[in-house]
């Protein structure tokens, strides 16, 4: 199979209570993508970076399977870079910065070898972006995913209701669904946005997992409990490469598929909290993976 992700390549300076880094690398492609790579050997990665972004995070992700091709080198200017710092409780955080430098002027064109690519993770972006990559698709995928937030249902929303109605999977968090269905309860939230054409809604709740909508069918991925987490910065892209991983992996879009999907994007995502920035997932091995799959099995499996 191949995998298809958009998304952004990045610096970041992060602040929690557990400590501060500066300029680490991050954004949604590479967390996606390095959360893939683990479950499927072919991605194709489209993004934009400046001339400052170190080749050699470029060449690593090369070896694991993960296509460069379609990221364009902007040598003179600077690669995308945000800051934050998080409050206490981790589930809030302020942005200090957001210098979008290269990201201004990305207009993502296809490798002709990445437009026939079974399966397309879109990340955050503008939902112009999104339908132009959709656009240049040569045949039709068997799964499209798409990623978006409250910025974007605020500034574009019928641009974004046009891209929602081509996918077959929306990712948004909890509030988000509520702004875009006009919704509070999310059953019925669900509902309303299944209606706008995607087949399959996930509703992400951060460390209260996830919420998968299947037509009538509904499933609750936990987040695993963690003893210390240190950074929460790219944990639901780490969790849509995973997801989308497993998919690319398995090339079915069943209801069992993507309820197994879930707990491997789950899976994925609770590694990359535990660290800043990209320090657990580079670093992971076959067998912490299984393990940490079975501990999520003793978490939801139970008898009556």
């Not at 680490?24 to 970076?49: E, F, H, P, Q, R």
């Not at 990623?147 to 929306?170: E, Y």
Request: charged residues 25%; aromatic residues 10%.
């Amino acid at each position: 199979m191949s995998l298809l992700i958009v998304g952004t390549m990045a610096f970041d300076s992060i602040e929690t209570p557990y400590g501060k880094v500066e300029m680490v690398i991050g954004g949604a492609c590479t967390y996606a993508s390095w959360s893939a790579s683990y479950l499927t050997d072919k991605i194709n990665m489209v993004s934009i970076v400046g001339g400052d972004f170190p080749e050699d995070e470029m060449e690593t992700l090369n070896k694991r399977g993960a296509s460069s091709e379609g990221v364009e080198i902007v040598k003179d200017k600077k690669s995308f870079f945000w800051a934050g710092k998080y409050h206490d409780n981790m589930n809030s955080r302020d942005t200090l910065v957001t210098d979008l430098n290269v990201l201004a002027d990305f207009d993502p064109v296809l490798p002709d070898s990445y437009k026939n690519s079974e399966f397309v993770l879109l990340g955050n972006l503008t939902p112009e972006v999104q339908i132009k990559v959709m656009d240049q698709m040569t045949t039709k995928p068997k799964v499209i995913a798409l990623d978006t937030m409250n910025f974007w249902m605020d500034i574009a929303m019928d641009t974004l209701k046009q891209a929602i109605a081509r996918v077959d999977i929306l990712t948004i968090n909890d509030e988000e669904a509520r702004q875009l269905s006009g919704e509070y309860s999310l059953v019925t939230a669900a509902d309303k946005i299944l209606e706008m054409g995607p087949k399959a809604l996930i509703i992400k709740k951060g460390e209260h997992g996830a919420l998968l909508f299947y037509g009538d069918k509904k499933f609750y991925a936990p987040a695993l409990p963690i003893a210390v987490v240190k950074d929460p910065t790219g944990a639901g892209d780490t969790f849509a490469g995973g997801f989308m991983g497993y998919l690319d992996k398995s090339g079915e879009l069943s209801y069992e598929n993507l309820k197994r999907a879930m707990i491997y994007g789950s899976t994925m995502a609770s590694f990359c909290v535990e660290e800043f920035s990209l320090e657990k997932i580079q670093a992971l091995t076959d067998e912490e993976i299984t393990k940490r799959l079975g501990q999520f099995k003793e978490l939801t499996q139970f008898d009556l």
